[in-house]
């Protein structure tokens, strides 16, 4: 799991590989990624929008915009925290995710980025 803080939010990621949904003779590669934001400051924080940037492990890289995630804009209490699942599939059996959540912050309409680190998505038998 990697885990960063950004003003007060922390974002956790898991991974895994899903090879039920892969195929690689085809270069389809599925992966799932688990993700936490937890609002760890003292206002109620809400995610409106997420930026990712996609690496395959053959130099391809991706950019997805969009509102929200897995289509919701949750509103995140101090102390709370949203998690979801969502997935991303590749070319190559190994690369990685990285981007920002857009947030506001409710009590004034300050709005921030909160960093998602970057994470690898390496299918398994590639780590023996």
Not at 15 to 26: F, G, H, L, R, V
Not at 75 to 104: A, F, Q, R
Request: charged share 20%; aromatic share 10%.
């Amino acid at each position: 799991m990697v885990t960063t803080i950004t003003d007060g939010v922390r974002v956790s990621v898991e991974t895994i590989y899903q090879p039920e949904y892969s195929n690689p003779a085809n270069e389809h590669f599925m992966f799932a990624y688990k993700i936490n934001i937890e609002n760890m400051g003292a206002y109620a924080v809400q995610l409106i929008s997420r930026h990712w940037v996609i690496f395959d492990s053959n130099g391809v890289k991706r950019e997805v915009e969009g509102e929200g995630v897995v289509g919701q804009q949750p509103v995140i209490e101090p102390g709370s925290s949203h998690e979801y699942v969502s997935g991303c599939n590749l070319k190559t059996d190994m690369g990685s995710m990285k981007g920002e959540y857009h947030m506001l912050r409710l009590l004034d309409n300050a709005q921030f980025d909160v960093t998602i680190p970057e994470f690898q998505l390496i299918a398994p038998y590639r780590m023996n």
